[in-house]
């Protein structure tokens, strides 16, 4: 769809512009931003039981079910700690991100004693009482940390949750986890509409930049 924009005289020429509308959902977009408190290290947790237990961290309070948190020579960590998982553990937020979950980055890795294992990752944007997962299972295969992105896109408050899935007793790190959540002001994109007039075979090239609101 078009819209008639004011004429415009240039070099004797009169014009009439056309501009493209675009819809809300193209002209605002959401900067992306880092939540509050994260990127997770788990530096300052500690438990060493695997029964169910909450930690509190920088970021807030976590429950790991079937996890502690390791800091022996063969976890897999950035740092002094990370979360060793075993069996069909699970990692879960016990807190939401109030401006929804735009992506989830984390890093990923074999404890080094053990063979391959694999991971979900879930979310739940109604405070933790239902929960869908996000994307396909991932294989942990490598004895290093790997980095893993994958978009969440849920705009509402919202938490997650990593379930190891494959039920052996071969142990999963997880380390840095990072959330990328939605900016709470958006900003319009503006791109310059080109009008070309052409007089006595010459032609120049104009740019109609639409007015923009960055506050």
Same mark, same amino acid.
Do not use: L
């Given at each position: 769809m078009f819209r008639k924009n004011p004429f415009l005289t240039f070099l004797g020429v009169t014009i009439l512009l056309y501009t493209s509308v675009i819809s809300p @959902?193209? !002209?605002?977009?959401?900067?992306? $931003?880092?939540?509050?408190?994260?990127?997770?290290?788990?530096?300052?947790?500690?438990?060493?039981?695997?029964?169910?237990?909450?930690?509190?961290?920088?970021?807030?309070e976590w429950n790991l079910d079937n996890a502690v948190i390791g800091s022996a020579e063969n976890d897999q960590k950035n740092g002094e700690k990370s979360v060793r998982m075993k069996e069909k553990a699970k990692l879960t937020m016990n807190f939401d991100v109030p401006t929804g979950i735009q992506q989830v980055k984390l890093k990923y890795g074999v404890y080094q004693l053990d063979e391959g294992s694999s991971f979900e990752l879930w979310v739940s @944007?109604? !405070?933790?009482?239902?929960?869908? $997962?996000?994307?396909?299972?991932?294989?942990?295969?490598?004895?290093k940390l790997k980095i893993l992105t994958i978009d969440v896109n849920a705009v509402k408050a919202s938490r997650i949750e990593i379930r190891k899935t494959d039920g052996s007793e071969n142990r999963l790190n997880i380390d840095d986890i990072s959330i990328i959540t939605y900016s709470s002001g958006a900003k319009v994109t503006s791109t310059p509409t080109t009008a070309t007039i052409t007089k006595e075979n010459s032609t120049v090239k104009v740019n109609i930049i639409p007015n923009r609101d960055d506050n």
């Open positions: @959902s193209f !002209a605002f977009q959401e900067p992306a $931003k880092t939540a509050p408190n994260f990127p997770e290290k788990f530096e300052t947790a500690s438990k060493g039981r695997y029964e169910t237990d909450v930690i509190t961290t920088p970021s807030g @944007s109604n !405070a933790g009482k239902t929960w869908s $997962k996000v994307g396909t299972s991932i294989k942990a295969t490598d004895k």
